[in-house]
């Protein structure tokens, strides 16, 4: 009996997608059935036959929770000059909102920001970590110092990427000169 006959398509990655809507299967038989989508296959081994179901495929959003994190002092080598501010881990408050009410709250009272909008200038970071969050100046000095060293770090790496492919050689002749010393040895 074919393989095909009765068998609702699935996206199991046994079926082919077409970007015209068209679900081709290949059955056990070897043949190829073509199919819209939005319908199944039935039939015998003989014979294919589409047959139309409808089925209304829809996705709904309920409620949804907006938590608020409170920002700290970070390593992190993202800030060209200066301290970085990040995101703590604990949550300090957690809302659950209908998502309608919020995305109409959203556009018309908090307009998204972009670009330059988004960026604080170091002199900002360094007056909100001192002045709000109440971190000593011996703390951000010693967390940018930190992340100048990873900045480093990652500078001397990018250096290091052209000259990459001679470091493979290299290893690899290494491995080479080991392998041919441990053979003379061991005669």
């Not at 179901?53 to 409170?70: A, D, M, P, Q, T």
Request: hydrophobic share 30%; net charge positive.
């Amino acid at each position: 009996m074919d393989q095909c006959a009765g068998i609702d398509i699935g996206f199991d990655g046994s079926d082919y997608h077409s970007s015209s809507g068209k679900i081709y299967r290949e059955c056990s038989d070897g043949t190829k059935v073509t199919q819209n989508e939005g319908s199944s296959f039935t039939g015998n081994s003989t014979r294919k036959t589409p047959v139309t179901k409808r089925r209304k495929l829809h996705v709904s959003f309920g409620n949804i929770e907006v938590r608020e994190y409170s920002q700290t002092l970070v390593d992190h080598p993202g800030a060209t000059y200066g301290p970085s501010i990040g995101l703590s881990w604990d949550h300090v408050s957690a809302k659950t909102l209908d998502i309608e009410a919020h995305e109409c709250y959203r556009i018309f009272h908090t307009p998204r920001r972009v670009g330059n909008a988004l960026a604080m200038t170091h002199c900002v970071r360094r007056q909100f970590l001192q002045n709000e969050l109440n971190i000593s100046r011996e703390e951000i000095e010693k967390a940018c110092s930190e992340a100048e060293r990873i900045q480093k770090q990652r500078l001397s790496s990018r250096a290091r990427i052209p000259l990459e492919p001679m470091d493979v050689v290299i290893e690899s002749l290494k491995r080479k000169v080991a392998r041919v010393v441990r053979r003379t040895l061991n005669q």
